[in-house]
């Protein structure tokens, strides 16, 4: 048995047992790298070729170590070349993972550029069966009447789906992936913390009415920081196309949950990538298989252009 599983004998007091793993929800990282190439050009052809199949193995999300979800990237920009998203109900394993990419003949050449530790979660603000049954009868539903006890029955299948999804997800294959983490402000003329819940609860829905227009383009995983890392919570979006994550973070920074009372941290941008992808991409070894079965190159936009007034 692994630490996780067994409680540990403190004291006879009928608590909570004492576990790595949570009541509900997983363990979160979001772990981003780089690669050293100064490091990479002194290791030698084997030592370059073993590194490269471990990297392989360690990233590979049906392997026997891997933890119960794990994403890989291509991360655009200079923060990172690549990151990986992995969710796991011990913590251990999750570790186990960033431990065995610094361990293997890689390691040396691999550095650890940003990361954030969370917890999955259920957010307070989603209604309950009970209060949703409130909202109904307040829009004049009756409670006996067959329309409210449907309504109510589509409404607990769908908390059912809700709550498995955001407490044990599956990880969407979009290809766009975009991470940041954020606070609430407290400043003294907006301090989130001090609003009361009602309030709080008629700022998030707005917010996530704004989201809900995205369906079908954009979709999220919140999971919370507090008292984990240095931020609060970290939010993960997915996309079918990067234009969709520019779009609703922009349409997002007007609703007033974000324009008050938000702070944003760092903002990481990828694309879903397999490990041998992000070596071939990131230049490290060489994998000619991969470069047959590289998909065709888009096609290049057309040279036509509007043709616009003069200036001024």
Known sequence: MSICEVPLAMSSDPRDEVSLVPASGWHCVHLYYRFDRARLRSLGTTELSDGCGEFIAALDPQGPSAPARLQTMIVSGQKADFGLIALDPN????DSLHQRLLSGPLGPAIVPSWSFTSLTEVSEYVPTVEQYGQALAAKGLDPA?????????????RLEIMRRQRLRPDLPVWPAVCFYPMNKRRDPGANWFLLDFAERERLMREHGETGLKFAGKVTQLVTVGLGLDDW???VT???????????????MRYDEASARYAQFGPFYVGYLAGAAEILQHCRVGVYPELESARPPEPAQPSDRRAVLPPAG
């Open 145 to 157: 009447g067959a329309e409210y006890q449907a309504q109510l029955r589509q409404y607990q299948r």
């Open 232 to 234: 609060e919570w970290g």
């Open 237 to 251: 979006l997915w996309a079918r196309n990067p234009e969709f994550l520019k779009d609703i973070v922009y349409r």
């Open 91 to 94: 913590p251990l394993v999750l």
